[in-house]
């Protein structure tokens, strides 16, 4: 059986049995494996790959002129494609209005009793909620700058994606210009891009196993009865990016040219692991290999666009935010810390908000949930009601990484077709 449809048949049986119930010794096998064997040699190897995949990405180019027509394109594509990504939520979000379906007068009633359970339940990601609660759009500014603009060496030992991108660009547009002379670095540079993905493939030999271990635990410790008060909440969001990956293939026909088939192939395997890992960052290793091998995109073009997409370019976490906040104000408008009026303004703030959180989430697994809480401050949301969907997160977190990892692809194909390199 070929290595892909493994992968496929690892997902399948991890959902069954964690469906089944396993015990919670099964449980911590499963845990081991797939979340600190699996994810954490995927998250060793991430910030030196970002980093000699753009070095060796910017040293392949012939000028500074081939740097920045890729650049802006790549920026422009990942900008347009969030926006869209947002539009459709509301659009799904407003039209559905899942906050006004379902179990909502139960859920209004019985608020405070159930904020104290899930805060119990969700501990962690609580206090991380709220920590962030503290986030204006304008603190959020200046994070952002703060983690761009930073020791290289603090940002490589701390996976701060943005600091290593930009360090990176910097010292490769260097390289470029001082020429003759860097010619050793930047063959030193090539080895150890092409070492990296070979530590890539060693580690995704294994993958099948490791992601059915990763799934069986998600299932079985996110069991099927968390989606009933949220049901159609989730419905939302997966028509959503239902539509927005119809809209991301017709990118691929119409800009990149390409059969969305042999696209969806082609990317199949980085599509299964961002599934099952709910982290773009540690999916990028694949996604690098599978646009470089499967879709013959060229790796001077995948090695630079790819890593920034998996940093600021994550559509499925914009669509995502955007349907959250404006299912909150709809479930819990009125109430005290939600009083808020659903009308054009606060829709318009949501849309900006959400495609700034989106483009400063980081690339892990609930980070939409934190960056979320820029959305509820910009519109008036107590940061407390974001403990609802708690519950579901994860489970949504599936769908939006695997899409995040989908408009690398996507992008990195335009990209290649918009500048005649495929
Ligand atoms: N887990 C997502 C990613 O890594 C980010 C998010 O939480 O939305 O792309």
Wanted: aromatic share 8%.
């Amino acid at each position: 059986m070929r290595h892909q449809n493994l992968l496929f048949l690892g997902m399948i049986l991890g959902a069954a049995v964690g469906l089944i119930g396993p015990s919670d010794a099964v449980v911590w096998w499963c845990d081991l494996f797939g979340t600190t064997i699996f994810i954490g040699a995927l998250k060793m190897i991430v910030a030196p790959l970002i980093l000699f995949s753009i070095l060796a990405g910017i040293t392949s180019l012939s000028s500074q002129k081939e740097l920045w027509a890729i650049g802006w394109r790549a920026m422009l594509l990942y900008l347009i494609a969030t926006a869209v990504a947002v539009m459709i939520g509301l659009i799904f979000v407003l039209a559905i209005a899942p906050g006004h379906r379902g179990a909502r007068d139960e859920i209004r009633a019985s608020w405070s009793e159930r904020r104290a359970e899930i805060a119990r339940r969700e501990g962690v990601r609580e206090a991380k909620v709220e920590a962030a609660g503290r986030l204006t759009p304008k603190d959020a500014i200046k994070e952002n700058l703060r983690q761009i603009i930073t020791n290289p060496f603090d940002a490589l030992a701390s996976a701060n994606s943005l600091g290593i991108i930009f360090f990176a660009a910097l010292f490769g547009v260097a390289l470029m210009v001082i020429g003759e002379k860097a010619r050793p670095a930047v063959a030193a540079i090539e080895g150890c891009n092409a070492a990296m993905l070979q530590v890539t493939r060693w580690i995704m030999w294994g993958s099948p196993f490791f992601i059915f271990c990763l799934i069986a635990s998600l299932v079985a410790t996110h069991g099927p009865a968390v989606f009933h008060t949220l049901l159609w909440y989730v419905i939302t969001v997966l028509l959503g990016i239902a539509c927005h990956v119809g809209f991301l293939l017709t990118l691929v026909r119409v800009v990149g040219r390409m059969s969305p088939l042999s696209f969806l192939k082609g990317i199949r395997r980085a599509w299964a692991v961002a599934f099952a890992t709910r982290s773009s960052a540690a999916t990028l290793p694949v996604t690098i290999e599978c646009v470089e091998r499967e879709l013959k995109v060229p790796r001077k073009i995948v090695d630079f666009v790819a890593p920034i997409g998996a940093t600021i370019g994550m559509t499925g976490t914009a669509l995502y935010e955007g349907v959250a906040v404006i299912f909150l104000i709809q479930l819990f408008g009125g109430l005290p810390g939600a009083e808020i009026h659903l009308g054009a303004v606060t829709t318009v703030i949501v849309f900006l908000t959400a495609v700034l959180a989106a483009v400063g989430a980081a690339a892990v697994p609930d980070a939409g949930l934190v960056t979320m809480v820029l959305v509820a401050n910009a519109v008036g949301l107590d940061v407390q009601y974001i403990a609802l969907i708690f519950a579901v997160d994860a489970f949504l977190d599936m769908f939006r990484t695997s899409t995040n990892v989908m408009d690398d692809a996507v992008v990195s194909v335009a990209v290649a077709r918009l500048t005649g390199a495929r």
